[in-house]
């Protein structure tokens, strides 16, 4: 997958696009002034691997426990504005590494310039984020389709913002249909030299969004656009995290945790494997060693699989014989593949 060269922008100590690795981000469903729980959402995104937390900024109390958050905080602190330019610009005062602002719904362009001016003075990105939901009247009101209406918003902005002498931008336009999402990014990709985010909006809840962002940021990805994504799910934020490292693993365009490979299973299983599949990849989402490992339910692929992953277990009838780097190990009983697996994966060096 050769990658068009965006420009590059810094999101704290994070780079989004010119060839950076694709940033993962998320953000806070807490309410922003309640500061303790906030940071410990923020501190729990962390952890899972998220790169950019992206907090709403609704009103003062917010800006100010923004504030408090930012000398909390590991990862860069995007600040979410809507409606309020003087928000976005206590935002970037209260140090803010990145402000995504929706011009759609800030009528007031000297405020906006005020934002473009502040930010430039403070050194630190706008993201463009244009959304299906809260275009602007006359854009909205318009025959255009749907798809059409974000990029010509996102292409307004871009040029107002320009205008104003200002280009350290990321830019996104999110729809709820993977479509449109396709035509959206490709004509914006085609067009802009910006670092892009990507993410199919308010996608669902965990099982329905999960499918949703992948199939559509999968297409994106595969066709080398994008250069940060959030994946939105009416789940915890860590859950999207998860999701977001998944999809980029797939791709091979990241690793994080060690891939399990499992089997379907059918009559030939002579072992429970589905609750031990579920196990182990729980256990494993805990690991960043680079691996493959499988657990496969018969003799039929099991030893192929088996041999062909980093680490596997071929069952028979209650037993399996576990293999490292394509040799038989030992001979296991079903109800310890989970710990034998994992005794293999902790002694691999995370990558
Ligand atoms: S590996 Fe064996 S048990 Fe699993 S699906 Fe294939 S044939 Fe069935």
Redesign the pocket.
Known sequence: MSKKLTKQVMVGNVAIGGGAPIAIQSMTNTKTINIAATLQQIHRLEAAGCEIIRISLPDEPSVKAFKQLKKEAQAPLVADIHFRWELAVAAIKAGADKVRINPGNIKDKDGIKKIVATAGLHNIPLRIGVNAGSLSDIIRDSDLANAEKLVVSALESVALIESMGFTDLVISAKTFSVPEALTVYRTLAAKLDYPLHIGITESGTKKSGSLRSAVGLGILLSESIGDTLRVSLSADPVEEVYVAQQILQILELRRFHPELVS???????DID?IPIANELEERLSASRAPLRVAV???????PG?ARQSDIGIAAGKGRGVLFKDGRIIKNVAEENFVDELMKLVQKEKPE
């Not at 089997?263 to 299983?269: D, K, N, V």
């Not at 496969?296 to 099991?302: A, E, I, K, L, R």
Request: aromatic share 0%; hydrophobic share 30%.
């Open positions: 089997c379907p299973t059918c009559a030939r299983c494997l496969m339910g018969c003799v039929v692929n099991g699989e």
